[in-house]
């Protein structure tokens, strides 16, 4: 669609996201977010897109290089808030249809596909995208009238007072951004819920706006940090592919399960069992007798010896050695010494809670381990409670139960003290053989 421009919104500042730090930078399989949503846009025909960044991730993201029939431009926002990113928009596209996307957020293509074909249909309509949800969203919810038409955006209501079962995704569609901008100018400027104001002020003054309704599946929003584990699993190689590079090298009795990815340069050595859906990045080391399972393994990662990583995404530059990690999220530049354990079940079974800036979150998932943020140092034999965060740029010394959130540029350790008596105890000369004839 030549007309049509992508807006997408890149400028946020990710701090639901701690102790990974930038959400749309973060890579997936070897591409950041906005890498994906380039070939996304290309794939259902839009050859047009501003991204809206922020001051700390506009240089980065002006290093992507845009695909083969995708038109880039690039604009900084200077405040916070999705009514600021579509202004700063405005200074580059002021008129004609538009379409707006969230940058952290995967969309399935069948479900732009899908949208596309309707502003096809009524290109004067405007049209918001929105899923059911079957319990509670912390998020926008759409009210409807008896037509079947939006009557209002009710941004995060008291969970029990929502006006429906359809959550807002952020994929809306205007006829003519100007007419938005008109709005936004006016009630925009609450970087909190000013989008949200403009756009029920637009529907007051009369406008037509519809519902695209899709699947819980076509749309998977990153906000928490635990929502990289579901599009990681979204992301995932599926249906069997095996695509495995030439140059890996794979040593004896090693099992390779399903679906796989493996980049070129890896190793992977004696013992080991793969069981896809699994994903390994470039020059990554699998060391003896690992399990790998559902799991992304980033770039230069070395997994050593009986390391167990389940469910899990794992950044690149890792390091471990007999681990376990399961259904964590590990950044950049981590390393776990010999014995060091994610816990990711409660003992109750209970659902497990997250406290953002102080307030409990729910995270939905009764199964969660660690959310370790780039350049941590774990030592020996280090126990991580289920859902416990920690801040980039820290140290966890040998031995530490870990049951609160650590904050960046930490060292926690154990002071130990150690007392040295005389030894009286008389050692058994019993045989040990009937204890090894059990074994």
Request: hydrophobic residues 40%.
């Amino acid at each position: 669609m030549k007309d049509l421009m992508a807006v997408l919104l890149a400028g946020g500042d990710s701090t639901r996201f701690w102790p990974l730090r930038e959400k749309n930078v973060i890579n997936l399989f070897g591409k950041t977010s906005l890498e994906w949503h380039f070939d996304q846009l290309v794939r259902v025909g839009i050859t047009r897109c501003i991204v809206v960044t922020n001051k700390e991730n506009s240089s980065h993201f002006k290093t992507i290089p845009s695909p083969d029939g995708l038109n880039v431009s690039f604009v900084e926002q200077t405040e916070q808030g999705q009514g600021d990113a579509i202004q700063a928009a405005g200074k580059i596209f002021s008129e004609g249809p538009v379409i707006i996307l969230n940058s952290s957020d995967i969309y399935a293509d069948a479900f732009l596909s899908l949208f596309l074909e309707h502003i096809k249909k009524e290109a004067d309509v405007l049209l918001l995208g929105a899923v059911t949800m079957a319990s509670y969203f912390p998020g926008g919810y759409i009210k409807v009238n008896i037509q079947g038409n939006i009557e209002e955006i009710i941004e995060k209501p008291q969970e029990g007072t929502e006006p429906s079962d359809m959550v807002r995704v952020v994929a809306d569609y205007y006829p003519d951004i100007k007419i938005l901008l008109s709005f936004i100018t006016k009630y925009g400027s609450n970087p909190s819920n000013g989008y949200e104001t403009a756009i029920n002020e637009l529907i007051r003054s009369g406008g037509v706006c519809k519902v695209e309704l899709t699947e819980r599946g076509n749309w998977c929003p990153i906000k928490y940090p635990w929502d990289m584990l579901e599009c990681m699993e979204r992301l995932l190689p599926s249906k069997q592919e095996k695509r495995i590079h030439p140059s890996v090298e794979i040593k004896d009795n090693v099992v390779i399960e399903g679906a796989v990815v493996i980049e070129e340069g890896v190793k992977i050595f004696e013992g080991t069992k793969i069981v896809g859906p699994v994903y390994i990045g470039k020059n990554a080391i699998i060391g003896n007798n690992n399990i790998i399972r559902h799991s992304h393994i980033g770039a230069f990662v070395v997994t050593g010896f009986s390391t167990d990583i389940t469910r899990s995404y794992i950044g690149d530059n890792c390091w471990f050695h007999t681990n376990y990690i399961g259904d964590s999220v590990i950044g950049n530049n981590v390393s776990m010494g010999s014995g060091t354990v994610c816990a990711n079940l409660r003992l109750d079974e209970e659902e497990i809670v997250s406290f953002i800036k102080g307030i409990k979150v729910r995270t939905g998932k009764y199964k969660l381990g660690a959310i370790i943020g780039n350049n941590v140092r774990i030592g020996v034999n280090v126990s991580i409670m289920p859902g416990i965060k920690i801040g980039q740029n820290s140290f966890i010394g040998a031995g530490v139960i870990v049951d609160n959130d650590v904050d960046e540029d930490k060292f926690v350790f154990l002071k130990n003290g150690i007392i040295t008596k005389a030894e009286n105890t008389k050692l058994s000369t019993v045989s040990r053989d009937k204890f090894r004839k059990g074994l």
